[in-house]
Structures are given as structure tokens and as C-alpha cells.
């Protein structure tokens, strides 16, 4: 049998490995395998020598103090930081919702109200863009689904005042102007959810 199959090394090494568990894993690992290699490298066969290379290491308790103090504390600066739920005003569902939709409508309302669609469009990407809830390249498909309706619009105006365009061009843009900023919408409320 290998030294380092025995009970009393196994054990050794269980308390080892308990009593360093706020070292990193990586570290710890390391210090495991430092210690698994030394009581091979003895080889020890019997349950004395097992026990005088175990005395030899030190007790459990003092080893991981050692490594420990080696690594030093985790002060703010190097702990990691613990992973935060957004906050504030535009970090809830509900302010989700509104804000996923806000540019769309905006986008929209261009049709109908080309002042105050331009309005609510510029309200919904402000604040689509101060929200903590989105990355920065999803507030980018937001923002490009929601400004592709007035860009959309006005090409296709430049295009109707130049006469290239018929009722297949006009569907077409009427579908796009539509979808574009539907699906912008449900990218932004998508990523809220996962």
C-alpha cells in the first residue's frame, strides 16, 4: 500500500484541507499536493513511520495557519467581490418592462407623431442607457432596433418623393417598422430574465 493511501494520511489531509478552506483553491490544491508528494517521497509503510512523517509536517491546524499567514488576509482590495444585484430606480422588473419598451413606442410613435415620437424615443434610450440592468451591447441592439423606425422612415420618404418605391417596398417597410423595434424589446426583456 502507498503512504499515501493510508487512514491516517487521509485523515491528516481531510483536516489539512477543512482547516485551509478560505485559502483559494487553486493555493489549497497546491498545498495538498506539497504534502501528498512529501509523505511519498518518505515512504513511510507502517502506521508508526506514517505517524512520525504526519509529526514531522506539524498538526493540521498549524500547517493551514502557516499557509494562511503565507497568503495573507483578504483584505477588500483582494477578496473578490461578491457578486451584486443591480439597484436604483431602473434596476426592478417593472422599470425593465418600461424602459425595454419606452424606445420602441418611441420608434413607433414616429409614425403617427413625429415630435412627440422623437420625444418619448430620446426619454426610452436615456433611459435604457442609465439602466444597470442591460450590458453595454445589449443596450446597443436596443438602441439600433429603436432608431432603425425614424432611419427607416426616412429613407423611405426620400425614396416615395424619387418615385422608387411601390406596394411591395411599402409592406416591406411596414412589417419592418413594426418587427425591428418588437424585437428589440424582447432582446432587452429576454436578458432581464436570464
Known sequence: MNATDHPLVAAYLDSVARETAELPADR????????????????????????????ELGEPRTVAASA???????????????ALAPTGPLAGRQAARLVAALPALGGLTVLAEPVLGALVLAIGLALLWM???????????????AVAVPVVLLLGGLMLAGGRIGPLELLLIGVFLVAVPAVGAAVLLRAVRD
Open 68 to 82: 494562511l499567514a503565507e497568503e495573507g488576509p483578504q483584505t477588500p482590495a483582494t477578496a473578490p467581490a461578491p
Open 131 to 145: 439602466s444597470p440592468l442591460w450590458t453595454t451591447r445589449h443596450k446597443r441592439i436596443g438602441t439600433a432596433t
Open 28 to 55: 489549497r490544491a497546491e498545498l495538498l499536493a506539497d504534502l501528498r508528494e512529501h509523505i511519498e517521497v518518505s515512504e513511510a509503510q507502517d502506521d508508526a513511520g506514517i505517524r512520525a512523517v504526519l509529526a
